[in-house]
Protein backbone atom coordinates (compact mmCIF):
# COMPACT_ATOMS: atom_id res chain seq x y z
CA UNK A 1 0.00 0.00 0.00
CA UNK A 2 1.32 3.55 -1.19
CA UNK A 3 0.07 6.52 0.70
CA UNK A 4 0.68 10.40 0.34
CA UNK A 5 -0.48 12.91 2.82
CA UNK A 6 -3.18 15.45 0.99
CA UNK A 7 -3.70 18.50 3.55
CA UNK A 8 -6.01 21.65 2.59
CA UNK A 9 -5.50 24.51 5.25
CA UNK A 10 -4.48 28.08 5.61
CA UNK A 11 -1.39 29.03 7.44
CA UNK A 12 -0.05 32.06 10.06
CA UNK A 13 0.37 34.45 7.17
CA UNK A 14 -1.25 32.94 4.36
CA UNK A 15 -4.91 31.99 2.78
CA UNK A 16 -5.60 29.10 1.50
CA UNK A 17 -3.41 27.33 -1.40
CA UNK A 18 -5.86 26.51 -4.47
CA UNK A 19 -3.42 23.69 -5.23
CA UNK A 20 -3.07 21.84 -1.93
CA UNK A 21 -0.91 22.86 0.75
CA UNK A 22 0.37 19.65 0.67
CA UNK A 23 0.20 16.83 -1.88
CA UNK A 24 1.57 14.75 -3.92
CA UNK A 25 4.38 15.62 -6.46
CA UNK A 26 2.35 13.55 -9.03
CA UNK A 27 -1.21 14.72 -8.32
CA UNK A 28 -3.05 15.48 -11.23
CA UNK A 29 -6.94 16.03 -9.86
CA UNK A 30 -6.20 19.13 -8.31
CA UNK A 31 -9.91 20.79 -9.52
CA UNK A 32 -11.60 17.82 -8.66
CA UNK A 33 -10.34 16.76 -5.35
CA UNK A 34 -10.68 20.71 -4.21
CA UNK A 35 -14.72 20.46 -5.49
CA UNK A 36 -14.75 17.35 -3.36
CA UNK A 37 -13.40 19.12 -0.49
CA UNK A 38 -15.24 22.36 -0.81
CA UNK A 39 -18.66 21.25 -0.41
CA UNK A 40 -18.00 19.57 2.29
CA UNK A 41 -16.23 22.57 3.69
CA UNK A 42 -19.40 24.80 3.43
CA UNK A 43 -20.39 26.36 6.85
CA UNK A 44 -17.80 24.33 8.54
CA UNK A 45 -17.60 26.67 11.11
CA UNK A 46 -21.04 26.28 12.28
CA UNK A 47 -20.78 22.24 12.66
CA UNK A 48 -19.52 20.69 15.51
CA UNK A 49 -18.08 17.41 14.43
CA UNK A 50 -16.48 15.90 11.18
CA UNK A 51 -17.34 15.05 7.54
CA UNK A 52 -15.20 11.87 6.22
CA UNK A 53 -14.68 11.89 2.93
CA UNK A 54 -13.59 8.97 0.09
CA UNK A 55 -13.43 9.73 -3.42
CA UNK A 56 -12.08 8.31 -6.78
CA UNK A 57 -12.04 9.06 -10.09
CA UNK A 58 -9.47 7.27 -13.24
CA UNK A 59 -7.51 5.30 -10.89
CA UNK A 60 -6.66 8.71 -7.99
CA UNK A 61 -7.71 7.78 -4.20
CA UNK A 62 -8.71 10.31 -2.12
CA UNK A 63 -9.51 10.25 1.37
CA UNK A 64 -9.56 12.09 4.69
CA UNK A 65 -11.38 14.36 6.95
CA UNK A 66 -13.27 17.85 7.11
CA UNK A 67 -13.82 19.92 10.33
CA UNK A 68 -12.30 22.93 12.12
CA UNK A 69 -8.72 22.56 13.28
CA UNK A 70 -9.77 23.83 16.76
CA UNK A 71 -12.49 20.41 17.30
CA UNK A 72 -9.61 18.22 15.56
CA UNK A 73 -6.78 19.37 18.59
CA UNK A 74 -9.58 18.98 20.90
CA UNK A 75 -11.65 16.03 19.87
CA UNK A 76 -9.18 13.71 17.95
CA UNK A 77 -6.04 14.26 19.94
CA UNK A 78 -4.27 13.27 23.53
CA UNK A 79 -1.39 14.13 26.03
CA UNK A 80 1.63 16.19 24.06
CA UNK A 81 0.63 16.10 20.54
CA UNK A 82 -2.73 17.76 21.59
CA UNK A 83 -0.71 20.25 23.48
CA UNK A 84 2.10 20.97 20.35
CA UNK A 85 -1.85 21.25 18.35
CA UNK A 86 -3.16 23.69 20.40
CA UNK A 87 -0.60 26.42 19.12
CA UNK A 88 -2.46 25.66 15.42
CA UNK A 89 -6.15 25.72 16.50
CA UNK A 90 -6.93 28.76 15.40
CA UNK A 91 -5.19 31.96 14.33
CA UNK A 92 -5.06 35.23 16.44
CA UNK A 93 -8.45 33.83 17.85
CA UNK A 94 -10.15 32.89 14.64
CA UNK A 95 -11.50 29.70 13.77
CA UNK A 96 -10.54 28.13 10.34
CA UNK A 97 -11.21 24.34 8.13
CA UNK A 98 -9.05 22.03 7.28
CA UNK A 99 -9.15 19.09 5.00
CA UNK A 100 -6.74 16.30 6.63
CA UNK A 101 -5.97 13.67 4.31
CA UNK A 102 -4.19 11.26 1.66
CA UNK A 103 -4.16 9.66 -1.75
CA UNK A 104 -3.64 5.78 -1.97
CA UNK A 105 -2.60 3.61 -3.98
CA UNK A 106 -2.98 -0.71 -3.62
CA UNK A 107 -5.57 -3.44 -4.38
CA UNK A 108 -8.89 -3.89 -3.24
CA UNK A 109 -8.10 -6.31 -0.51
CA UNK A 110 -6.40 -3.54 1.64
CA UNK A 111 -7.56 -0.76 2.48
CA UNK A 112 -4.85 2.36 4.12
CA UNK A 113 -4.78 1.76 8.26
CA UNK A 114 -4.79 5.89 9.27
CA UNK A 115 -5.26 7.25 12.68
CA UNK A 116 -5.92 10.70 13.57
CA UNK A 117 -2.54 11.13 15.16
CA UNK A 118 -0.86 10.23 11.76
CA UNK A 119 -2.90 13.10 10.05
CA UNK A 120 -1.64 15.37 12.61
CA UNK A 121 2.10 14.21 11.87
CA UNK A 122 1.87 15.06 8.62
CA UNK A 123 0.87 18.44 9.39
CA UNK A 124 3.06 19.23 11.61
CA UNK A 125 6.00 17.38 9.51
CA UNK A 126 4.93 19.29 6.60
CA UNK A 127 2.72 22.25 7.02
CA UNK A 128 4.32 23.88 10.51
CA UNK A 129 7.65 24.48 8.99
CA UNK A 130 5.40 26.79 6.46
CA UNK A 131 3.56 28.17 9.20
CA UNK A 132 5.12 31.85 9.18
CA UNK A 133 6.32 32.39 6.19
CA UNK A 134 4.55 35.20 3.71
CA UNK A 135 4.38 33.48 0.86
CA UNK A 136 1.96 30.75 0.36
CA UNK A 137 3.64 27.05 -1.72
CA UNK A 138 2.56 23.65 -1.92
CA UNK A 139 5.34 21.30 -0.23
CA UNK A 140 4.78 18.36 -2.80
CA UNK A 141 5.99 14.84 -1.44
CA UNK A 142 6.46 11.30 -2.76
CA UNK A 143 4.44 8.43 -2.64
CA UNK A 144 5.40 6.33 0.11
CA UNK A 145 4.50 2.62 1.35
CA UNK A 146 2.40 2.79 4.63
CA UNK A 147 0.51 0.02 7.05
CA UNK A 148 -2.55 -1.58 5.61
CA UNK A 149 -5.38 -3.49 6.81
CA UNK A 150 -7.94 -6.25 4.79
CA UNK A 151 -10.04 -4.88 3.36
CA UNK A 152 -14.09 -5.21 4.99
CA UNK A 153 -16.72 -7.03 3.43
CA UNK A 154 -18.90 -4.43 0.86
CA UNK A 155 -22.36 -4.16 2.33
CA UNK A 156 -23.13 -0.71 1.58
CA UNK A 157 -25.76 -0.53 -0.84
CA UNK A 158 -27.39 2.03 -0.64
CA UNK A 159 -26.81 5.82 -1.12
CA UNK A 160 -28.62 8.07 1.75
CA UNK A 161 -28.10 6.85 5.26
CA UNK A 162 -30.19 8.42 8.23
CA UNK A 163 -27.42 9.77 10.19
CA UNK A 164 -30.11 9.40 13.47
CA UNK A 165 -29.36 5.81 12.42
CA UNK A 166 -25.94 5.48 12.19
CA UNK A 167 -23.22 6.64 15.14
CA UNK A 168 -19.87 7.63 14.87
CA UNK A 169 -18.70 3.49 14.57
CA UNK A 170 -20.67 3.05 12.14
CA UNK A 171 -20.03 5.79 9.98
CA UNK A 172 -16.25 4.41 10.11
CA UNK A 173 -17.24 1.15 8.71
CA UNK A 174 -19.04 2.78 6.18
CA UNK A 175 -16.32 4.90 5.45
CA UNK A 176 -13.82 1.50 5.40
CA UNK A 177 -16.67 0.49 2.64
CA UNK A 178 -15.80 3.18 0.61
CA UNK A 179 -12.29 2.68 0.83
CA UNK A 180 -12.56 -0.41 -0.57
CA UNK A 181 -14.45 0.42 -3.11
CA UNK A 182 -12.97 3.32 -4.04
CA UNK A 183 -10.06 1.04 -5.82
CA UNK A 184 -11.87 -0.70 -7.92
CA UNK A 185 -15.00 1.85 -9.12
CA UNK A 186 -15.71 5.88 -8.85
CA UNK A 187 -17.31 6.65 -5.65
CA UNK A 188 -17.90 10.36 -3.84
CA UNK A 189 -18.86 9.47 0.16
CA UNK A 190 -19.49 12.19 2.56
CA UNK A 191 -20.59 11.89 5.89
CA UNK A 192 -22.87 14.28 7.77
CA UNK A 193 -23.80 16.57 5.15
CA UNK A 194 -26.31 19.17 5.82
CA UNK A 195 -26.65 20.98 2.12
CA UNK A 196 -28.56 18.59 -0.30
CA UNK A 197 -27.38 20.72 -3.06
CA UNK A 198 -23.60 18.98 -2.83
CA UNK A 199 -25.58 15.35 -3.66
CA UNK A 200 -27.99 17.59 -6.41
CA UNK A 201 -25.00 18.60 -8.31
CA UNK A 202 -23.40 15.39 -8.23
CA UNK A 203 -20.70 16.02 -6.28
CA UNK A 204 -21.30 13.51 -3.78
CA UNK A 205 -23.45 9.88 -4.48
CA UNK A 206 -23.52 8.51 -0.89
CA UNK A 207 -24.43 10.30 2.21
CA UNK A 208 -25.11 10.50 5.85
CA UNK A 209 -28.10 13.28 6.09
CA UNK A 210 -31.01 14.03 8.21
CA UNK A 211 -34.29 11.97 7.65
CA UNK A 212 -35.94 15.42 6.17
CA UNK A 213 -33.08 15.54 3.41
CA UNK A 214 -33.10 11.62 2.66
CA UNK A 215 -37.18 12.24 1.87
CA UNK A 216 -36.10 15.67 -0.41
CA UNK A 217 -33.44 13.41 -2.28
CA UNK A 218 -35.52 10.19 -2.76
CA UNK A 219 -38.31 12.93 -3.77
CA UNK A 220 -35.66 14.45 -6.54
CA UNK A 221 -34.61 11.43 -7.33
CA UNK A 222 -37.86 10.03 -8.54
CA UNK A 223 -38.91 12.78 -10.01
CA UNK A 224 -35.62 13.17 -12.34
CA UNK A 225 -36.18 9.46 -13.03
CA UNK A 226 -39.52 9.96 -14.15
CA UNK A 227 -38.51 12.70 -16.27
CA UNK A 228 -35.59 10.79 -17.89
CA UNK A 229 -38.37 7.97 -18.81
CA UNK A 230 -40.91 10.77 -20.16
CA UNK A 231 -37.75 12.30 -22.60
CA UNK A 232 -37.06 8.66 -23.42
CA UNK A 233 -40.74 7.84 -24.02
CA UNK A 234 -41.01 11.06 -26.48
CA UNK A 235 -37.98 10.21 -28.24
CA UNK A 236 -39.00 6.98 -29.01
CA UNK A 237 -42.75 8.12 -30.45
CA UNK A 238 -40.23 10.36 -32.34
CA UNK A 239 -38.36 7.82 -33.60
CA UNK A 240 -41.26 5.65 -34.56
CA UNK A 241 -42.80 8.65 -37.08
CA UNK A 242 -40.05 9.12 -38.33
CA UNK A 243 -40.00 5.95 -39.42
CA UNK A 244 -43.21 5.43 -40.59
CA UNK A 245 -42.79 8.58 -42.81
CA UNK A 246 -39.02 7.35 -44.28
CA UNK A 247 -41.61 4.37 -45.20
CA UNK A 248 -44.45 5.97 -46.42
CA UNK A 249 -42.28 7.72 -48.63
CA UNK A 250 -39.81 5.00 -49.62
CA UNK A 251 -43.24 3.22 -50.65
CA UNK A 252 -44.70 6.38 -52.67
CA UNK A 253 -41.04 6.57 -54.45
CA UNK A 254 -41.30 2.98 -55.39
CA UNK A 255 -44.81 3.42 -57.06
CA UNK A 256 -43.79 6.18 -58.93
CA UNK A 257 -42.31 5.22 -62.88
CA UNK A 258 -38.63 5.21 -63.34
CA UNK A 259 -38.80 7.61 -66.22
CA UNK A 260 -38.85 11.40 -66.59
CA UNK A 261 -42.80 11.23 -67.91
CA UNK A 262 -43.49 11.92 -63.92
CA UNK A 263 -41.94 15.41 -62.87
CA UNK A 264 -40.30 15.68 -59.47
CA UNK A 265 -41.77 18.28 -56.77
CA UNK A 266 -39.04 20.70 -57.77
CA UNK A 267 -39.61 20.17 -62.00
CA UNK A 268 -42.97 20.45 -60.65
CA UNK A 269 -42.45 23.87 -59.35
CA UNK A 270 -40.81 24.87 -61.92
CA UNK A 271 -43.16 24.64 -64.94
CA UNK A 272 -45.54 26.35 -62.36
CA UNK A 273 -42.93 28.52 -62.65
CA UNK A 274 -42.85 28.97 -66.30
CA UNK A 275 -46.10 28.81 -66.89
CA UNK A 276 -47.04 31.77 -64.33
CA UNK A 277 -43.85 33.83 -65.94
CA UNK A 278 -45.53 33.13 -69.71
CA UNK A 279 -49.34 34.07 -68.60
CA UNK A 280 -47.66 37.38 -67.38
CA UNK A 281 -45.95 37.81 -70.55
CA UNK A 282 -49.15 36.89 -73.06
CA UNK A 283 -50.49 40.11 -72.41
CA UNK A 284 -47.61 42.23 -73.18
CA UNK A 285 -47.14 40.04 -76.03
CA UNK A 286 -50.71 41.21 -77.46
CA UNK A 287 -50.49 44.80 -76.80
CA UNK A 288 -47.04 44.90 -79.35
CA UNK A 289 -48.69 42.93 -81.88
CA UNK A 290 -51.30 45.12 -82.09
CA UNK A 291 -49.43 48.27 -81.77
CA UNK A 292 -47.35 46.93 -84.98
CA UNK A 293 -50.54 45.96 -87.17
CA UNK A 294 -51.68 50.30 -86.63
CA UNK A 295 -48.43 51.02 -87.66
CA UNK A 296 -48.37 48.71 -90.63
CA UNK A 297 -52.10 49.90 -91.41
CA UNK A 298 -51.20 53.14 -91.11
CA UNK A 299 -48.30 53.21 -93.60
CA UNK A 300 -50.38 51.24 -96.21
CA UNK A 301 -52.76 53.59 -95.98
CA UNK A 302 -50.24 56.58 -96.52
CA UNK A 303 -49.17 54.72 -99.59
CA UNK A 304 -52.09 54.38 -101.16
CA UNK A 305 -52.81 57.94 -100.26
CA UNK A 306 -49.92 59.05 -101.90
CA UNK A 307 -50.23 56.61 -104.81
CA UNK A 308 -53.91 57.91 -105.52
CA UNK A 309 -52.47 61.51 -105.47
CA UNK A 310 -49.47 60.85 -107.75
CA UNK A 311 -52.19 59.60 -110.01
CA UNK A 312 -54.66 62.58 -109.98
CA UNK A 313 -51.60 64.63 -110.36
CA UNK A 314 -50.43 63.09 -113.60
CA UNK A 315 -53.84 63.07 -114.91
CA UNK A 316 -54.53 66.18 -114.72
CA UNK A 317 -50.67 67.51 -115.95
CA UNK A 318 -51.50 65.08 -118.98
CA UNK A 319 -55.30 67.03 -119.90
CA UNK A 320 -52.83 70.42 -119.34
CA UNK A 321 -50.60 69.20 -121.88
CA UNK A 322 -53.12 68.00 -124.48
CA UNK A 323 -54.97 71.24 -124.03
CA UNK A 324 -52.15 72.95 -124.76
CA UNK A 325 -51.24 71.23 -127.79
CA UNK A 326 -54.34 71.61 -129.16
CA UNK A 327 -54.43 75.71 -128.70
CA UNK A 328 -50.96 75.67 -130.01
CA UNK A 329 -52.20 73.76 -132.79
CA UNK A 330 -55.16 75.68 -133.52
CA UNK A 331 -53.26 78.96 -133.44
CA UNK A 332 -50.77 77.11 -135.86
Known amino acids: MEIAPLIYSRTGECDYNSKFAVRPKSFTEIQWARNKILAAMRNIGRFNGIRRIVASKNGVCIAGIVCTMKYFVNNCLTGAEKDAAQLYSHIRGTLYGVFLGYTFKGSAKEIPDVIDSDLWQWFSKYLVPEWEKKSARTVEVDYFNWKSKPAP???CGVEFYDSAAVDEEKILKIFDEYLARALTEEVAFCSNVENIQAVEDGIYTAVTTSAGNIAKLKENAEKKR??????????QEEQERQKRLAEAEKKTSKSLPTDNSVPS??????NKSTTRQEQQSEPTSGKFTWIILLIILIMIGTIVYWWTNKQENDSESRLSLENHIQLLWIFT
Open 153 to 155: KIN
Open 265 to 270: TNQKQQ
Open 226 to 235: REHEERELRK
